[in-house]
């Protein structure tokens, strides 16, 4: 992900959703962090945050915090 203000908005988001803080969260952030009991709030607070949808396949590739900026690229957000 960039450096940018989308990309620190991914990462806080994710941070908000796993319940811990958003410095301690990188794009290798992984599924030490990103675990089956926290990912499905997270995804739909991006679904939410971000007017989109995923599938059920899509929510299982994510895991990393980089794998999910760039699925939310591919839908066309801008990170």
Known sequence: MNDD????????LVAEALNMPALSLGDDSSS??????????MMV???ETYGIAFEAEEMARQTSVGAIGGML???GIAL
């Open 45 to 47: 607070l991006l679904e």
């Open 32 to 41: 030490e962090t990103i675990t089956s009991d926290n990912a499905t709030g």
């Open 5 to 12: 203000g989308a990309a620190d908005e991914l990462q806080r």
């Open 73 to 75: 690229r591919a839908k």
